[in-house]
T-cell receptor, first 113, second 114 residues
Framework: GAGVSQSPSNKVTEKGKDVELRCDPI?????LYWYRQSLGQGLEFLIY????????KSGLPSDRFSAERTGGSVSTLTIQRTQQEDSAVYLC???????????FGPGTRLTVL | AQSVTQPDIHITVSEGASLELRCNYS??????LFWYVQSPGQGLQLLLK??????LVQGIKGFEAEFKRSQSSFNLRKPSVHWSDAAEYFC????????????FGPGTSLSVIP
């Protein structure tokens, strides 16, 4: 069965440009998470979607970051006016519901020049 | 604030030796507890989880973990480490709040000496 997929796998952009990162969760999973992992660091929580509930955006580092989840499935993380400190691996995970095991995608490595 | 700590940033063990990775969480009602492994160039994979019941849980790849309520700990153990176990290990906790947000520890990097 298909796991969580993310695209692109790598993204190089110039400072000030906008980027969109995509996550396709496992079919039927109601919960979706975005994390950021900087080099040699742990996972930094960004945002959490659960079903039709309002997302938990408490981890978004600034208003340049936003995310959507359309139709309870695919999610897009958008970073506007990228900065060099945004360079990191962005991980997406999905789960069958709250308080369940998360399945992680391979991540998108973002490099801001 | 709710938090998860992994006191050891990096651990080196010899192949065949036993291993214990520590995880502590801030005080509160018993949370849901997880250990994930991230091998070089790989995604995160669940090793084991604890929700309730028997406090000693078995996972994949020969790992086990023990939940100790009195110590707010969920330490990961393996009796004999293999070279392929070299990876980053993350403890994760779901605190039973209205949002049930997953909080990850900072990770412990494991190196294995042949």
């Amino acid at each position: 069965g298909a796991g969580v997929s993310q695209s692109p796998s790598n993204k190089v952009t110039e400072k000030g440009k906008d980027v969109e990162l995509r996550c396709d969760p496992i079919s039927g999973h109601t919960a979706l998470y975005w994390y950021r992992q900087s080099l040699g660091q742990g996972l930094e929580f960004l945002i959490y979607f659960q079903g039709n509930s309002a997302p938990d955006k408490s981890g978004l580092p600034s208003d340049r970051f936003s995310a959507e989840r359309t139709g309870g499935s695919v999610s897009t993380l958008t970073i506007q006016r990228t900065q060099q400190e945004d360079s990191a691996v962005y991980l997406c995970a999905s789960s069958q519901g709250r308080r369940q095991e998360q399945f992680f995608g391979p991540g998108t490595r973002l490099t801001v020049l | 604030a709710q938090s998860v700590t992994q006191p050891d940033i990096h651990i080196t063990v010899s192949e065949g030796a036993s291993l214990e990775l520590r995880c502590n969480y801030s005080y509160g009602a018993t949370p849901y507890l997880f250990w994930y492994v991230q091998s070089p160039g790989q995604g995160l994979q669940l090793l084991l989880k604890y929700f309730s019941g028997d406090t000693l849980v078995q996972g994949i790849k020969g790992f086990e973990a023990e939940f100790k309520r009195s110590q707010s700990s969920f330490n990961l153990r393996k009796p004999s480490v293999h070279w392929s176990d070299a990876a980053e290990y993350f403890c994760a906790v779901i605190f039973k709040t209205s949002y049930d947000k997953v909080i990850f520890g900072p990770g412990t990097s494991l190196s294995v000496i042949p």
